[in-house]
């Protein structure tokens, strides 16, 4: 807006920056997963894409099923892909567990762990933002649920305010289901996991499991349910089905304000470019008029890609 010191916002500076995955699915070396999606190509190509940005957020976290049958060497090939891409870009990387990872191998090879199949439970401090990893899954079901023992823990964890406040990242998200029948994958006792939530430093739930994105709340809580980076399911057929397809994979950006939390879905993948302005032009362009911008951004649309010689 013309009038305006150039990059003002009415904002203040973004506390926290989390890069939020879901639903890799791992699968065996060389394979496919449904014969048909690279999960390896995918995840590889998304860090490539992102590396790119320059940006730099604090965290990475993965909301589950990062192995599609919970094979071991899933595991150590989707650490090997992550850490140096996280490394390279200073992000730690928190792991949660899906309804098809298995407890044992999820341990022993993300978490260099030999506490077998007990529940994947873990408190993570982010530069003061504190973010709970919370294991939803019920070994051989698609359903999720959260045990007395699990509340009790986490009632002890959210007694002491993070001086940041918190985020609760899981599996199974607590919002309704779009897919039937509903009771096959949803988060059971909702209204119990509210209750735990009411009234603590809980600024948001991260969640996956659907391989779509959707946002709902609970509690008052906002809830963000990352797509998959594998495939995504297709809402877009008759009630009662599933459809499964090799497009729309993306992942969520998650900044932290002292007053909100905002949640951005980013698409995996090459698509064409209708204009491209640098972070200088964006710099100068944001002393002009509107008029002004449209006419230089029509310019910069006539100019012809630049070709490589």
Aim: with cysteine; charged share 20%; net charge negative.
């Amino acid at each position: 807006m013309k009038g305006l010191p150039a990059m003002t916002s009415q904002h203040p500076p973004v506390e926290h920056f989390i890069l939020h995955l879901s639903d890799t699915h791992f699968v065996g070396d060389s394979e496919l997963l449904h014969g048909a999606i690279d999960s390896d190509a995918n995840l590889e190509r998304l860090f490539e894409d992102f590396a790119r940005t320059q940006a730099r957020p604090e965290a990475i976290v993965f909301t589950g099923d990062l192995a599609d049958t919970g094979r071991e060497d899933a595991y150590r090939r989707l650490r090997a892909l992550v850490e140096p891409a996280a490394a390279a870009i200073g992000a730690r990387v928190i792991w949660v567990m899906g309804n098809h990872d298995t407890r044992t191998p999820f341990r022993k090879h993300l978490l260099d762990s030999d506490a077998g199949e007990e529940s994947v439970d873990m408190v993570h401090d982010v530069n003061g933002l504190r973010i709970i990893a919370l294991d939803s899954t019920v070994p051989g079901e698609h359903y999720g649920e959260i045990t007395d023992a699990q509340y009790a823990w986490l009632a002890e964890v959210l007694a002491t305010p993070a001086p940041h406040g918190t985020l609760i990242a899981l599996h199974h998200p607590p919002v309704p289901s779009l897919l039937e029948p509903i009771s096959f994958v949803e988060l059971r006792d909702q209204q119990r996991f509210a209750q735990a939530i009411s009234g603590t430093d809980v600024r948001g739930v991260l969640g996956g499991h659907l391989h779509f994105n959707t946002f709902s709340e609970i509690g008052g809580v906002p809830v963000s349910v990352a797509s998959a980076t594998c495939y995504t399911q297709d809402l877009n057929v008759p009630a009662g089905g599933m459809r499964g397809r090799d497009g729309a994979q993306g992942f969520n950006l998650v900044h932290l304000y002292d007053d909100r939390v905002m949640h951005t879905v980013v698409p995996i993948g090459e698509f064409s470019t209708v204009y491209e302005i640098t972070a200088e032009q964006m710099l100068a362009w944001s002393e002009l008029s509107l008029d002004e911008v449209s006419e230089e951004m029509a310019r910069t649309a006539d100019q012809p890609e630049p070709t490589s010689v």
